[in-house]
C-alpha cells in the first residue's frame, strides 16, 4: 500500500469515528473531539496538495485523540476493521455541481470511493451532443475532489459489465436520475454471477443549477442578456 493510499485511509477511519460520537453526550471532552476535527481538516489539506506523509501524521493526532476517549471510558466508538468496502460511483460529470458532491459524499460514508468518467462518445452517444468539458480533463478535476480515492476514465464503447470485473466493487452507488444506469448495472451484475449490492439515492439535492442542462440553459440565458 503506498503513502497516498495509507493517508486515504487514516482519514476515512477518523471519519468514519466522528460520526459515531454524533449525538454521544461528552461533556469537557468534547473540546477533545473538536481538535481532532482540525487534525483531520489538516490531514485532509495536505493530501490535497499532495503531501500524503504529513497528512498521515496529522490523521495520527486525531486518532490519538480519538482513541483516548475510548480507552478512558468517555466515548464508545470502534475503529474500522480491514478494508473499507470499494464503492462505485459513474457519471459524466461535465459540470461539477452540488448534486456531484452529495453522491460522492454519500458514497465516502460507504466506503471507499472510485469514480468511472465516462468517455465523450459514451455523452455523444447518450446524450446526442458532444461533452462540454474533454474526458481528460473531466477526470483531472474528479480525481482532485476529496470524497474520490481513486477514478478512472470508463471504457470505449461502453461497457458495464467488464468495468465491474476490472474494478470488483462491493457497492455501486447511483445519483436519484440514473434509473437507466440501474437498469444496465444490474443486468450486468447477473451477466458476472458477481456479488454486487447497487445502491440509488433517492431524493436529488435541493437548489437550484443542480444538473449539468440546467446550468448550460442558464449560461445561454445569461449570455442572451448581454449587451
Known amino acids: 500500500m503506498n503513502v ?5 485511509r487514516y482519514i476515512a477511519n477518523v471519519e468514519a469515528v466522528l460520526r ?10 468534547s473540546v477533545l473531539v473538536e481538535q481532532a476535527k482540525r487534525y483531520l481538516s489538516d490531514a485532509e489539506y495536505y493530501l490535497e496538495r499532495g503531501d500524503a506523509v504529513t497528512s498521515a501524521a496529522c490523521s ?3 486518532e490519538g485523540l480519538l482513541d483516548a476517549l475510548r480507552l478512558l471510558g468517555i466515548a464508545e466508538v470502534e ?12 457519471g459524466a460529470f461535465e459540470i461539477i455541481h452540488p448534486g456531484h458532491l452529495h453522491l460522492l459524499r454519500k458514497a465516502r460514508e460507504l466506503g471507499r470511493v472510485i469514480v468511472v468518467v465516462a468517455r465523450d462518445s459514451t455523452i455523444q452517444k447518450m446524450k446526442g451532443r458532444p ?3 474533454p474526458e481528460r480533463q473531466r477526470l483531472e478535476v474528479v480525481r482532485s475532489l476529496r470524497y474520490v480515492d481513486e477514478a478512472y476514465l470508463g471504457n470505449d464503447p461502453l461497457d458495464i459489465e467488464t468495468t465491474l470485473k ?8 447511483l445519483g436519484p436520475d440514473q434509473n437507466r444506469l440501474r437498469e444496465l ?4 451484475i447477473a451477466r458476472t454471477g458477481m456479488n454486487v449490492k447497487v445502491l440509488k439515492l433517492e431524493n436529488r439535492v435541493q437548489g437550484a443549477y443542480l444538473s449539468t442542462s440546467e446550468i448550460i440553459k442558464r449560461a445561454a440565458y445569461l449570455s442572451s442578456q448581454s449587451p
Request: charged share 30%; glycine share 8%.
Open 4 to 8: 497516498e493510499t495509507r493517508a486515504r
Open 20 to 29: 459515531q460520537l454524533e449525538g454521544q453526550d461528552l461533556g469537557r471532552a
Open 60 to 62: 495520527s493526532y486525531a
Open 79 to 90: 475503529w474500522p476493521k480491514g478494508e473499507r468496502p470499494k464503492v462505485l460511483v459513474g
Open 131 to 133: 461533452p462540454i468539458v
Open 166 to 173: 476490472t474494478l470488483k466493487p462491493d457497492i455501486v452507488l
Open 185 to 188: 448495472v444490474e443486468e450486468a
